[in-house]
């Protein structure tokens, strides 16, 4: 077969993909930073003409140029399987939505569920020589997606990073309908954020102790995450293995202090799993043709199963807030959704399987509320409409600041006091009045 006869024959421009979008349909838009660009601009460009377009996607890293169209709301519906600060907004302004999912099933939902997609765009790596183009860090669940759409436009984009793996990483010339050269910007990136705080070091030095040379990485986003990765990298730890939903900058800067070799791992020896990444150009610049980094399908990198098979593997996730029965929201303000059950779950489930693994649920004891007063994250119950991504029999390790528990297991009032024991002191005597209230705490407990 002529590949780059067949990619000619199926090159076209923006505007004419596009075209194929009807009133109606449903759309996939990507994932993260392959979420479609020059496409997206296009099918903006048509919708004075369409009517009821449903699209899906998650961690949107810019506003798409869709949803700055006249009479947004009435024209399109955004359906996020994972909330970032652009998908917040479409949802406060009525046209986006969360589609809650234990992240590990994307894959199956869309083949056995799904079933059937309209039109699917999103960017990709350039074509290889054997005629494939990678998903860049984006292998996650776009296979899956392509499997079962009607039509398929990939956008060609020059930056994009091409991630090798084992498997549906890529999708082939042959299995496209549509290619798209598009305008090649700059992969977009995702800060560390700011500096770590005196929590953040406080809650890595916590972590960092429990974690034995030869484990097995997952990092989730944020600062206290990040935190833990600086540390790691600055650690005396060796022969450490990733395994990880989101490859993130932690992971390179640990990598290049020559900490991690994975030859500990049980399963793929030697490498870098990820489902899907994103960070600076630095983090691009790493993955980019690098045999030891290995995309892979979310079903494969978050099934427990699969993480049960290596040892001493330590998950590391943050929280938003705990309450005194162990149950653990990662996901929304009350009823406000800010992000998604993602992987976390998976995770915790999957490192207690691991022999010797550990999973860590970690946040601030305390955090501002908008009229400036401290509130505790340790609550008696959580707030209405909150949402609990961990159940409290699968919460392992808990850590604040102020120490580290493991909730594994233990009858209610000794859950109730481990937890009060590493809450701020300014709420501990008023979370004992509150767990004596709800019937967690006996007279031997210690104050």
């Given at each position: 077969m002529?590949?780059?006869?067949?990619?000619?024959?199926?090159?076209?421009?923006?505007?004419?993909?596009?075209?194929?979008?009807?009133?109606?349909?449903?759309?996939?838009?990507?994932?993260?930073?392959?979420?479609?660009?020059?496409?997206?601009?296009?099918?903006?460009?048509?919708?004075?003409?369409?009517?009821?377009?449903?699209?899906?996607?998650?961690?949107?890293?810019?506003?798409?140029?869709?949803?700055?169209?006249?009479?947004?709301?009435?024209?399109?519906?955004?359906?996020?399987?994972?909330?970032?600060?652009?998908?917040?907004?479409?949802?406060?302004?009525?046209?986006?939505?969360?589609?809650?999912?234990?992240?590990?099933?994307?894959?199956?939902?869309?083949?056995?569920?799904?079933?059937?997609?309209?039109?699917?765009?999103?960017?990709?790596?350039?074509?290889?020589?054997?005629?494939?183009?990678?998903?860049?860090?984006?292998?996650?669940?776009?296979?899956?997606?392509?499997?079962?759409?009607?039509?398929?436009?990939?956008?060609?984009?020059?930056?994009?990073?091409?991630?090798?793996?084992?498997?549906?990483?890529a999708v082939h010339i042959s299995e496209v309908d549509m290619v798209v050269e598009g305008e090649n910007p700059p992969i977009a990136e995702l800060g560390a954020g700011g500096a770590p705080t005196d929590v953040d070091r406080a809650v890595a030095k916590l972590i960092v102790e429990e974690i034995p040379n030869g484990a097995c990485l997952q990092l989730g986003i944020g600062g206290m995450p990040n935190t833990v990765g600086s540390m790691i990298a600055e650690s005396d730890l060796k022969d450490l293995g990733v395994h990880t939903e989101m490859y993130v900058d932690a992971f390179v800067d640990i990598a290049m202090?020559?900490?991690?070799?994975?030859?500990?791992?049980?399963?793929?020896?030697?490498?870098?799993?990820?489902?899907?990444?994103?960070?600076?150009?630095?983090?691009?610049?790493?993955?980019?043709?690098?045999?030891?980094?290995?995309?892979?399908?979310?079903?494969?990198?978050?099934?427990?199963?699969?993480?049960?098979?290596?040892?001493?593997?330590?998950?590391?996730?943050?929280?938003?807030?705990?309450?005194?029965?162990?149950?653990?929201?990662?996901?929304?303000?009350?009823?406000?959704?800010?992000?998604?059950?993602?992987?976390?779950?998976?995770?915790?489930?999957?490192?207690?399987?691991?022999?010797g693994g550990k999973s860590f649920i970690c946040c601030s004891s305390t955090f501002k509320q908008k009229d400036g007063s401290i509130a505790s994250r340790i609550r008696p119950t959580l707030a209405d409409g909150s949402v609990v991504t961990d159940a409290r029999p699968n919460v392992h390790w808990f850590v604040t600041e102020y120490g580290k528990v493991c909730l594994k297991g233990l009858s209610s009032w000794q859950r109730a006091e481990a937890l009060i024991s590493v809450a701020h002191p300014d709420f501990r005597e008023q979370l004992i009045q509150d767990a004596e209230k709800m019937h967690i705490w006996k007279r031997s407990n210690k104050r």
């Open positions: 002529d590949y780059e006869a067949l990619y000619q024959q199926k090159l076209t421009t923006a505007d004419e993909a596009v075209k194929v979008v009807k009133s109606g349909d449903w759309v996939d838009y990507g994932w993260c930073t392959g979420t479609a660009c020059a496409l997206d601009k296009a099918l903006a460009g048509r919708m004075s003409e369409l009517e009821d377009i449903n699209l899906r996607g998650g961690i949107l890293m810019w506003q798409p140029a869709i949803f700055q169209i006249p009479d947004v709301e009435k024209k399109i519906t955004w359906n996020s399987w994972h909330m970032g600060g652009v998908e917040r907004k479409a949802c406060t302004a009525g046209f986006g939505f969360y589609n809650a999912l234990r992240y590990s099933e994307l894959p199956r939902y869309y083949r056995e569920n799904v079933k059937h997609v309209n039109v699917a765009m999103f960017q990709v790596a350039p074509m290889d020589s054997h005629g494939y183009f990678s998903f860049g860090p984006n292998a996650s669940h776009l296979k899956a997606v392509c499997d079962v759409s009607d039509v398929v436009i990939v956008e060609v984009n020059k930056n994009m990073p091409r991630c090798l793996g084992g498997f549906e990483e202090a020559g900490k991690i070799n994975g030859l500990s791992k049980g399963i793929d020896r030697g490498k870098q799993v990820y489902a899907f990444g994103a960070g600076t150009k630095k983090l691009y610049d790493y993955i980019d043709n690098n045999p030891e980094c290995y995309a892979a399908p979310v079903s494969y990198t978050n099934d427990a199963r699969t993480i049960a098979q290596i040892d001493n593997f330590i998950s590391i996730n943050n929280a938003v807030d705990i309450d005194l029965f162990g149950q653990v929201n990662a996901e929304t303000a009350g009823t406000k959704q800010i992000s998604g059950a993602g992987g976390q779950l998976d995770f915790v489930l999957g490192a207690y399987l691991s022999k």
